[in-house]
């Protein structure tokens, strides 16, 4: 599909960039390409070669974009959010905390910039009415680990039907709100709130009640399939690290550390 007249996004100021994110802990050193692999992969190899917490890695265009599940991530040149964070959390702060962290950051951000009610499908998808519009990628590097790798995409000055998502239903900000936005705007809200969540999980607040105001799933009625099974239930919940509850048919209660919600009746 083409594009609308006037809504083709630039490739990101990076200047500008740097002004908005002055003083955030997490961008104390933006690393930009217009072009990479994957900011993951960018960022994994970084962190590798010693890079501290603190390098930002952006770009307008990713030929080899990954997300969970061994799936791609698409998204056309200059429209969309695609960061990595490198972040050298201490014990304990592992890829749960990390994925909720992420996922509050994305949601809150997006809200924040472009007032959309966008809310949390567990554990790592942004959605708008049932369809996706941006995902959490958190990799770590070595057993301790010495360092984790926060990646986010999401879909922004672009229509939906630009891209190959798969079974997915997703959407962009400008199917959305029918207009462009301010993508600089947006990295730098989401890396402020990535950085600000961080700050709270190292303070030992759980930040499990902002994960739960924001479920899109929580008290409704899901379907969560695992590598060899699926269940039906209500989302009644999340354990103290961020695991899913569901009350199943049966009537028992089980609580699921990863899985996919692949349908849900998405609550008022
Ligand atoms: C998902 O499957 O929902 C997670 C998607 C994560 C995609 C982002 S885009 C920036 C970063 N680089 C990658 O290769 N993946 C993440």
Redesign the pocket.
């Known amino acids: 599909m083409a594009r609308p007249e006037g809504q083709c996004s630039a490739k990101l100021d990076v200047d500008r960039l740097n002004s908005l994110l002055a003083g955030c802990d997490l961008a104390k050193h933006i690393i930009y390409r217009s072009d990479t692999g994957?900011?993951?992969?960018d960022a994994i190899a970084a962190a590798r070669e010693g890079a501290p917490e603190g390098n930002l890695f952006l770009t307008d265009f990713?030929t080899?974009?990954?997300?969970?599940?061994g799936?791609s991530?698409h998204?056309p040149r200059n429209g969309?959010l695609?960061?990595?964070s490198v972040l050298r959390p201490e014990p304990g702060i592992g890829p749960p905390a990390l994925t909720r962290i992420a996922g509050l950051a994305l949601c809150g951000g997006l809200r924040s910039s472009t007032d959309l009610e966008v809310k949390i499908k567990w554990p790592?998808?942004a959605v708008i009415n049932g369809k996706?519009i941006?995902?959490?990628?958190v990799e770590t590097i070595g057993t301790r680990p010495s360092a984790a790798i926060v990646?986010?995409?999401a879909n922004l000055n672009f229509s939906a039907a630009e891209i190959d998502a798969g079974d997915t239903p997703v959407t962009t900000v400008l199917d959305e709100t029918g207009r462009s936005c301010d993508r600089e705007g947006v990295i730098a809200a989401v890396v402020i709130a990535i950085a600000r969540h961080y700050r709270a999980i190292r303070a030992g607040d759980s930040l499990l009640s902002e994960w739960r105001e924001l479920s899109a799933i929580l008290g409704g009625w899901v379907t969560l399939t695992t590598d060899h099974e699926s269940f039906r239930g209500t989302a009644v919940g999340f354990g103290t690290d961020g695991g899913l509850v569901l009350a199943l048919e049966d009537g028992s209660r089980r609580e699921f550390q990863s899985g996919r919600v692949i349908d849900w009746q998405a609550i008022a």
């Open positions: 994957s900011t993951n992969d990713q080899g974009g990954r997300g969970t599940r799936r991530w998204a969309a695609l960061l990595s790592n998808d996706k941006g995902g959490v990628l990646g986010i995409g």
